[in-house]
């Protein structure tokens, strides 16, 4: 079985943050160009990673922290450019926690003999505490995986500075981190594709990366029948060009039918996750398995594939006994409704939008295979007469999913008891 790393990729300050700046230089947005150049090259390679930011947007340390954890990554690396006072710094160096017990300096090692190799003095790994003798960067001590804050180089330094790339500095990270963190296994006969060949897939191709794109397009078909079903024959014609639009445009890419390595990457992931069911209905597909946050909160009037991602997530883990929601792609208000309940069962901020945070939590409770603890959303449905524990529920009036004035309300009782179900 093929083992695929989940890597946090973050970058630094952000928003009202500049971080430091020299020269009309801000340390904000050389930090997020990394990071995003990073993050294409990784999921490129078939990674899973997780941003705390992708824009020009405030952070919260203590937030990418949790976000971190509770989405169970490998490894994290935060990019960073250094500043110094007076005469200019030089170089590269790399940050772990004094907790660290070997995994993340080996980790940055790996990314700082990279970096060194495109010219940058290696300062080496160091570690750093506050007046507590704690670790003095917040994402080193809040966080319990391997993790690297990245000094990339010397913002205020001019050489640094005319020789820092930011492609050339994400390679750099990217490789050190498949180094240490690499993919192993292989794709099995389940239908699971290789790392992304290293240049685009498009019509008139012919090989063993069109067949491996057309078996994926094929199973994954299985769960999104508008993709329409292809002959494997290696050959990228018309109608694998429009089962790539269908595929892209389900998943929220550039519809231009070229399979580029975020194209490929998405492939990967939904091909790897598992094929069967139908994803339409209440709970087929893969199980629970839920890909990286968007990057974008979900809330009422919300539509697309990552609104039926949660939807089918919601479903996984509820209680057999209960309602479960029509995996249609529509946020509306029995989806919304279905997420303020889980929320407040996992003691989430119960706003009903899917942000990061809830993201992660739906990933952590969707992905674990565990027996499921969500019964809070529960309805009886047709063919259940009644649900243990309802007794005495306190409940919350909805209107039907559709909207329709005609229809009856819904009544969703909320489990103010979870933690004693759960034991």
């Known amino acids: 079985m093929t083992n695929l790393p989940r890597i946090a990729v973050y970058a630094g300050h952000g928003g009202s943050d500049f971080g430091a700046t020299a020269n009309g230089l801000r340390e904000k947005d050389l930090n997020l160009a990394v990071s995003n150049a990073a993050t294409n090259i990784l999921r490129g390679w078939g990674y899973t990673v997780l941003n705390n930011r992708t824009t020009d947007v405030d952070r919260s340390i203590t937030r990418d922290a949790n976000l971190a954890n509770d989405s169970r990554v490998d490894a994290l690396v935060e990019i960073h450019m250094n500043s110094n006072p007076g005469t200019p710094g030089t170089g590269t160096e790399a940050f772990v926690s004094i907790r660290d017990t070997g995994r993340a300096r080996t980790l940055a090692g790996a990314i700082l003999n990279r970096v060194a190799a495109l010219g940058f003095a290696n300062r080496g790994v160091k570690t750093q505490v506050n007046a507590q003798g704690q670790d003095a960067f917040g994402i080193l001590r809040l966080t319990n995986m391997p993790a690297v804050l990245l000094e990339c180089a010397f913002i205020n330094n001019p050489t640094d500075m005319a020789r820092f790339d930011a492609n050339a500095m994400a390679r750099a990270v990217a490789e050190g981190i498949r180094e240490v963190f690499p993919i192993s296994g292989g794709g099995?006969?389940?239908?699971?594709?290789?790392?992304?060949?290293?240049?685009?897939?498009?019509?008139?191709?012919?090989?063993?990366?069109?067949?491996?794109?057309?078996?994926?397009?094929?199973?994954?078909?299985?769960?999104?029948?508008?993709?329409?079903?292809?002959?494997?024959?290696?050959?990228?014609?018309?109608?694998?060009?429009?089962?790539?639009?269908?595929?892209?445009?389900?998943?929220?890419?550039?519809?231009?039918?070229?399979?580029?390595?975020?194209?490929?990457?998405?492939?990967?992931?939904?091909?790897?996750?598992?094929?069967?069911?139908?994803?339409?209905?209440?709970?087929?597909?893969?199980?629970?398995?839920?890909?990286?946050?968007?990057?974008?909160?979900?809330?009422?009037?919300?539509?697309?594939?990552?609104?039926?991602?949660?939807?089918?997530?919601?479903?996984?883990?509820?209680?057999?006994?209960?309602?479960?929601?029509?995996?249609?792609?529509?946020?509306?208000?029995?989806?919304?409704?279905?997420?303020?309940?889980?929320?407040?069962i996992y003691e989430l901020t119960a706003n009903g939008i899917v942000g990061p945070v809830t993201w992660a939590r739906l990933a952590q409770e969707c992905g674990g295979g565990t027996t499921p603890a969500f019964a809070d959303a529960d309805i009886p449905h047709e063919g259940c007469t009644t649900c243990a524990g309802h007794d005495n529920i306190p409940s919350i009036e909805v209107p039907p999913e559709n909207g329709s004035g005609n229809a009856s309300n819904l009544l969703l009782p909320l489990l103010l008891m979870h933690k004693l179900i759960r034991r």
């Open 188 to 344: 099995s006969g389940g239908g699971g594709m290789p790392a992304f060949p290293g240049t685009s897939v498009r019509v008139g191709d012919r090989g063993e990366s069109v067949r491996q794109i057309q078996a994926c397009l094929n199973r994954v078909s299985l769960r999104h029948p508008s993709i329409q079903r292809l002959t494997e024959d290696g050959i990228f014609g018309p109608r694998t060009f429009d089962a790539v639009v269908a595929f892209q445009r389900i998943f929220g890419l550039s519809p231009d039918g070229v399979v580029g390595p975020l194209t490929w990457a998405r492939l990967q992931q939904e091909c790897n996750a598992g094929g069967g069911g139908n994803g339409g209905g209440n709970g087929g597909g893969s199980g629970g398995v839920m890909p990286p946050f968007t990057g974008g909160n979900l809330q009422l009037g919300s539509r697309g594939e990552s609104v039926r991602q949660v939807q089918h997530c919601l479903n996984h883990v509820s209680q057999p006994c209960s309602r479960q929601l029509t995996e249609d792609g529509a946020f509306g208000p029995l989806t919304q409704a279905a997420v303020i309940n889980f929320q407040r």
